[in-house]
């Protein structure tokens, strides 16, 4: 079993290791209003444990500036995953504040 966004944050965060703000964001969701608060730029990937060549896939987008950029990111690597996998891809998006020299895996 892989643990879901939430609970490794919540591993990470029990051990004192330090973890960038992060929230979880489905294709579709209002950004204005989900990612109030953040800082850009941000990074995003796939949330999803069963996605796990994200690298391999270009299923990560890093120093996005600007909420176009983001939704036109979740749209493509849907996309990418969804001709991938060979179903429609919905396990949602972490978007994270860039944090120097750390990332979740």
């Known amino acids: 079993d892989r643990l879901d966004f939430n609970e490794s944050e919540s591993v990470l965060k029990a051990y ?58 979740i749209i493509e690597i849907s996309k990418r995953i969804s001709d991938h996998d060979g179903k429609k891809y919905s396990g949602g998006f972490i978007e994270s504040d860039k944090m120097q020299n750390h990332e979740r895996i």
Do not use: Q, W, Y
């Not at 489905?26 to 999803?48: Q, R, W, Y």
């Open 16 to 73: 004192g290791i330090p973890v960038a703000k992060s929230r979880l964001v489905h294709e579709g969701d209002s950004l204005n209003k989900k990612l109030e608060g953040m800082t850009f730029p941000v990074a995003i990937k796939p949330a999803s444990g069963a996605v796990t060549h994200k690298t391999e896939l270009n299923a990560v987008r890093l120093n996005l500036t600007d909420i176009p950029s983001i939704e036109t990111s």
